[in-house]
């Protein structure tokens, strides 16, 4: 990336972005703004998989039909009129890739008087220059920070509520009554939010505030049938009653929040409020965290656009009811940002024993639900094709840590020490049996130490499997990202599509994942 030196900038800085816009801002239904695909962060030459796997950590449900457009090296053409470059500092989780992805353009066209990074993550407050190509972008109000969307020490250590179900049953409405729910064996409202919640790794919080906001469920009655059986207001008879409704929201704002982190996501589409039947493109504003965007996204997925924009405004939509329940995010301790830019991955082995060919039958995927980020990958010992038989081949620690989860097919290790999985390091294995689990919470692991037999145990899968991702401070890291996911030195790949992809090693060649072990995909420590 070449160097620059800026002087004399003349624009005033506003905001944490310190980045000024050039009106107009989203403005619907009046056609959509024509916006190109936009390139999509290329930092590495990917092996490409082309063997679908359709393994899922989570019940089988129809999600919404989500777009996302694959960016590609043709930009948003710039606009005729000179228009002064923007002045933008680099926040928390940015990369070039990404960063020239949110505003259109390309990296060399992304400028600084510092040195940036290839593929690694920009040093926070970094002042960028870039060329002012978007118009009729969505606000640019940073509503919910990212250490408020991810179940940070934000929600464990600030001026939340300390129990979700206590919480819940002292607001009395009808989620603290206990009754029979579909799709799970609990009756406690506040504990299917607080499991699910955890899964997922988003604030229980912020999930019982949308509860609230579109059905009155956590200090009411619903209204009607449709917040009865829909109460996260997504109208789909495949989807109806609680369960399947907080799996399809978080699925949404995972959506949003790694998407955008990712440079996967960066327009919103709406149906016209004023003609339900064509479809009103907002393009995403680039100066916006993670978290923001997930609240449009989610929104973007139940409301036309006029319904849309009430719901995302800053004095009188969502954001007023959450800190109503909870408080100001402006008035906690700040757990910002999540993660420094120099952050690398501790070393970490493959999860089975020596001298055993296991096969790789995931490339990066979702991390617990469908969607998502990028961040889990699977292996299945050899000789599993698509079949839930019993193994006794042994998952091991990929490193040393604290056994923070035990159960229902999880484990969950603190590579830290540390007994949460909010903070630190933290490994995810999912679909370690119980029967024959040599772990629980509370024990500590060194590298290698057997963990259990891989299985089907914890959520949908369609073959014997274990089922890894990482996350740092409770935001889950992309496996083909500024930080790598690598296993003694088998670096992962993203392929054209979740579950494709490859691992590579220098002098070792190239595994490519196979849900049905073809060969290539085998792989021994």
């Known amino acids: 990336m070449k160097r620059i030196f800026i002087v004399l900038i003349t624009l005033s800085l506003v905001g944490c972005s310190f980045y000024q816009k050039t009106p107009p801002i989203f403005v619907p239904p009046v056609g959509s703004t024509p916006t190109p695909e936009t390139p999509i962060p290329d930092d590495s030459t990917n092996p490409v998989n082309d063997i679908e796997n359709t393994s899922n950590p989570t019940e089988d449900f129809i999600p919404t039909p989500t777009v996302f457009i694959p960016p ?38 992304v400028q600084s008087n510092e040195e940036l990074p290839e593929f690694s993550f920009i040093n926070p407050g970094t002042l960028l220059v870039i060329p002012q190509v978007l118009i009729n972008t969505t606000s640019d109000v940073h509503l919910l920070p990212d250490s408020e969307f991810v179940y940070s020490r934000a929600i464990t250590d600030a001026d939340f509520p300390s129990d979700v179900i206590s919480f819940v049953e002292q607001a009395g409405g009808y989620l603290s009554e206990d009754r029979e729910y579909e799709h799970t064996t609990l009756t406690n409202g506040g504990e299917i939010v607080q499991q699910i919640a955890e899964n997922n790794s988003i604030n229980p919080f912020l999930l019982l505030a949308l509860l609230e906001y579109q059905s009155h469920w956590v200090f ?18 495949d989807n109806d009653g609680l369960v399947h409704q907080l799996r399809w929201a978080v699925n949404q704002l ?14 919103i589409f709406l ?14 504003e680039p100066s916006l ?15 036309e656009s006029d319904e849309w924009i009430l719901a995302l405004d800053d004095d009188t939509g969502f954001i007023t009811a959450y800190e109503e329940m909870f408080g ?61 038989s019993r193994s006794y081949s042994y998952v091991t ?9 035990a159960k229902d097919g999880v484990v969950t290790i603190n590579l830290d020490f540390i007994d949460n999985e909010h903070s630190g390091w933290v490994l995810l294995y999912l679909h370690i049996a119980t029967d024959g689990r040599l772990v629980e919470a509370g024990d500590e692991v060194s590298v290698g130490d057997k963990l259990g037999y891989p299985s089907c145990e914890g959520g949908i899968s369609t073959g ?14 992309t496996a083909d990202g500024p930080i790598p996911f690598v296993l003694d030195g088998w670096r992962v790949y993203n392929g054209a599509a979740a579950y494709k992809g490859s691992l590579s090693k220098p002098g070792e060649g190239l595994v490519i994942a196979s849900s049905y072990s073809a060969p290539g995909s085998q792989i021994k420590r």
């Open 72 to 109: 590609t090296e043709t930009l948003v053409p710039t606009p005729n009129v000179q228009r002064e470059p923007i002045v933008y500092h680099a926040q928390a989780g940015d990369s070039l890739g990404v960063v020239a992805t949110h505003f259109g353009v390309s990296r060399e066209q």
């Open 220 to 237: 009411g009655e619903p209204q009607n049938l449709a917040q009865l059986k829909y109460p996260f207001g997504y109208i789909n008879y």
């Open 254 to 267: 995972s959506i949003g929040y790694y998407g955008w982190r990712e440079g996967r996501l960066t327009e």
């Open 271 to 284: 149906k016209s409020s004023q003609n339900p039947a064509s479809e009103v493109t907002a393009r995403i």
């Open 289 to 303: 965290n993670a978290g923001t965007v997930a609240l449009q996204y989610y929104f973007s997925q139940i409301y």
């Open 328 to 388: 100001s995010p402006d008035n906690r301790v700040q757990y910002e940002p999540l993660f420094s830019h120099n952050l690398i991955q501790p070393i970490l082995q493959l999860p089975f024993t020596p001298n055993k060919v296991w096969n790789y039958t995931g490339g990066p995927h979702g991390a617990w639900e469908r969607e998502g980020s990028w961040s889990a990958i699977d292996f299945a010992p050899s000789g599993f094709k698509g079949q839930c």
């Open 397 to 405: 620690a990929s490193a040393s840590g604290l056994v923070v989860r």
């Open 464 to 477: 014997t499997h274990v089922h890894m991702a990482r996350k740092y401070n409770a935001e889950w890291m």
